[in-house]
């Protein structure tokens, strides 16, 4: 058992029981509420749609409140639908809110060292549709308060509860904020909530009861705001970045108060989809670290699942089952058509097949079976002559509408019985990408022969076939890969290059802190240094650099010199985040005559943030030669439905669709590095007494 989760778990249980107790339970009056001049006249909370339960408890939390009358809470609160990430429309672009943002922002609310030594205060961060959504969800309740008859109304997000203290708290902060604005007709934005951002919150003129914010809050979660004040809020408009980022740009203008310590908290036992824009950031930077990464859905048992499509340029329906947990085959058209047990031995491997050609009898026989879910996008029976009339309504569902603009989750998660995603529906990769394809052709290595790349732990998920299926690495018949393309990029990194940047960064699971004192270059080529780090917050200081842009598709080749040394890997790769994918060359310091080759995939289109996976689907490689000895020529072609390996002119390892992964099919940039890596299974326990140690590169060229 892991035994953290185990202990979160009864945490949550814990609160969950006492709040459960506690709304039993009178939490007394405040007189700071109430339908009265000079009073909190109104409370506008905001909540989801598709998220009933949250306004059942919310109402439970506020009737155990009185207002100054006696009155219960409820009697002066009214929901507000929230504006939801899903609905595609609702969160397009609009002139209320400006996605794009400085990380300068972040700075401005949370100061840290460490982040501004990775990233300039220009670097442009783009806001998640989470957190557009949010933003434009207070831009509604504070139209509908600047509207309003109410002169002041407290609004709440569906998660929070309050402290065992917080009637004494609002009443003694809220008389307060009206002593100290008497001049000015009252109080124009008084914090009940907020999180002090790492501690570094400027707090002017304080007293017991309040204090004056002049930057560092976070969460707009309860917060008291005056119809003036709300009228300055839209004034001020496009909302540019997170919203309650954008609100610390506000305090002075609106004389912002914040009570001395909140009186309403977030509930610790409400699941959230948010995702927020600076996290990779964070990650990158090494102030927060993923860990083994999270992880993948759990496996789902809504397969089988047979779909057909109406045969687009994109497919969008392979792409939304593959986002939804299932394992996703996709077939031409032109293969055999399948018997009914060639189609179950199929469903051992994968959750769904998609336009799979049957024959009469199996589609027949598949329909008497009992869990088997039938999907097809309008026009499908035309086109292929399904006879859907005798499919059972339980268990069928045509989707109508074209493109993702048309098209919702909503049928196709209530047929299968699962949660709908937080992303809009994709439009799917061109079907030219050939993904999600099952090219596996067997490999062309004899049973006696030994081969040289050993299958390693693969991780478990929807896009790594499982572990039962008995895939072993592909490994070609020896041959030179004929290559034509054009040159893009020749850099021979004896100096610096505009084509490629030195990073300042790190990543989870790395020991070490990626520095431009790190990278030189001379007659050799660019040298990556890696050593102890006595002043950093991490153990050990290296260098990385990446292309200046993303490639799609190409032929990605270097001459490199790997490090040596236990604990330290040298890294040649493409990859991408949002969603992560990424093809990867490694050298384990520990094993010079080993090559590490690997997969990420995770599906969805550009900007989608789904970035599962911690091992990948890696296999050593045995070189027959010490990498760290001498210069190598390394070779990644990347194409649409395959991946090749090659070292020196000779192809060692090849992939295509489903081999075990889906093939890589979005741009990513071109990336080098040394690093020290925390887990001991990929190259043993860093050994500092083999530091410095260094990597180069030289020759660097892509091709189209």
């Known amino acids: 058992m892991n035994l953290q989760r185990a202990s979160g778990m009864f945490r949550l249980w814990t609160f969950r029981a006492a709040r459960a107790a506690a709304t039993r339970l009178p939490g007394g009056r405040i007189p700071a509420f109430g339908p009265c001049p000079h009073r909190i006249e109104s409370i506008l909370i905001l909540n989801l749609d598709r998220q009933p339960a949250r306004w059942r408890g919310m109402l439970r939390e506020l009737g155990r409140l009185q207002t100054f009358d006696g009155a219960p809470l409820t009697s002066i609160a009214t929901r507000l639908a929230s504006v939801d990430a899903r609905d595609g429309r609702a969160v397009a672009a609009t002139a209320d809110v400006d996605p794009n943002y400085r990380l300068g922002d972040q700075f401005h609310v949370q100061p840290d060292t460490r982040l501004e030594a990775c990233f300039s205060a220009d670097e442009p961060v783009r806001m998640t549709r989470q957190e557009v959504a949010v933003a434009r969800s207070h831009i509604e309740a504070w139209k509908v308060i600047a509207t309003g008859q109410h002169d002041y109304v407290l609004v709440l997000e569906d998660d929070v509860w309050f402290t065992p203290r917080a009637a004494e708290t609002i009443e003694r902060g809220w008389r307060a904020a009206l002593e100290r604005c008497r001049e000015e007709g009252g109080p124009r934005l008084l914090y009940l909530s907020y999180e002090d951002a790492g501690d570094t ?313 990626f520095a431009k004192e790190g990278i030189t270059s001379n007659e050799e080529g660019t040298h990556l240094l890696i050593e102890k780090d006595k002043k950093g917050e991490k153990s050990y200081r290296s260098g990385a650099f990446a292309s200046a842009r993303s490639f799609e598709y190409g032929r990605f080749e270097a001459e490199i010199r790997a490090a040596r040394g236990a604990g330290l890997v040298t890294g040649f790769f493409l990859h991408r985040s949002a969603p992560r994918q990424e093809i990867d060359v490694e050298f384990p310091g520990n094993d010079p005559g080993v090559m590490i080759v690997n997969v990420y995939f995770n599906p969805g289109d550009e900007g989608m943030a789904m970035a599962y996976g911690y091992r990948g689907a890696p296999c050593r490689i045995d070189l027959g030669f010490d990498a760290t000895a001498e210069f190598h020529h390394y070779v990644i072609d990347w194409r649409p439905g395959m991946i090749a390996w090659s070292v020196d002119g000779k192809v060692l390892h090849e992939r295509v669709s489903w081999d075990p992964t889906p093939i890589p099919h979005l741009p990513m940039r071109l990336h080098a590095n040394l690093w020290a890596s925390s887990s001991t299974d990929l190259a043993g326990r860093v050994n500092e007494r083999s530091l410095p140690a260094r990597a180069v590169f030289r020759n660097v060229s892509v091709w189209e």
């Open 201 to 513: 919150a400027e707090r002017a003129d304080p007293c017991d009861a309040l204090f004056r914010p002049v930057r560092g809050l976070w969460f707009l979660s309860g917060y008291v705001l005056s119809r003036e004040g709300a009228a300055a809020l839209l004034r001020a408009m496009p909302v540019t970045g997170p919203v309650d980022m954008w609100m610390n740009y506000r305090f002075q203008e609106l004389g912002a108060l914040a009570l001395s310590s909140p009186a309403i908290l977030q509930r610790r036992d409400c699941a959230s989809d948010n995702c927020y824009s600076v996290l990779p950031y964070l990650a990158r930077a090494g102030i927060v670290d993923a860990g083994a990464g999270p992880m993948p859905p759990e496996r789902t048992s809504a397969g089988p699942v047979l779909a057909w499509t109406a045969g687009g340029d994109r497919e969008g329906l392979a792409m939304a089952l593959s986002m939804l947990g299932l394992r996703v085959r996709v077939f031409d058209g032109d293969e055999k058509s399948l018997s009914s047990d060639e189609l179950a031995d199929l469903t051992l491997q994968f959750d769904a097949l998609v336009d799979v050609p049957l024959m009469s009898t199996a589609f027949a026989a598949t329909i008497g079976r009992p869990n088997v879910k039938f999907i097809m996008e309008a026009g499908t029976a035309h086109r292929d002559g399904l006879d859907t009339g005798s499919l059972p309504v339980s268990k069928f569902v045509v989707l109508d509408g074209c493109g993702p603009e048309g098209k919702t989750w909503k049928p196709l998660c209530t047929l299968l019985d699962l949660p709908i995603p937080p992303e809009v529906f994709p439009e799917g990769a061109a079907r030219s990408a050939r993904l999600f394809r099952d090219d596996r052709k067997g490999g062309d290595w004899s049973d006696d022969e030994p081969s040289p790349v050993k299958r390693t732990h693969l991780d478990g998920s929807p896009w790594v076939l499982p572990l039962d299926s008995g895939w072993q690495p592909r490994i070609p018949v020896e041959r030179s890969l004929n290559f034509t393309g054009d040159l893009l990029i020749r850099a021979s990194m004896k100096t610096a290059t505009t084509s490629f940047t030195g990073l300042v960064e790190t990543f989870p699971g790395n020991l070490a802190s």
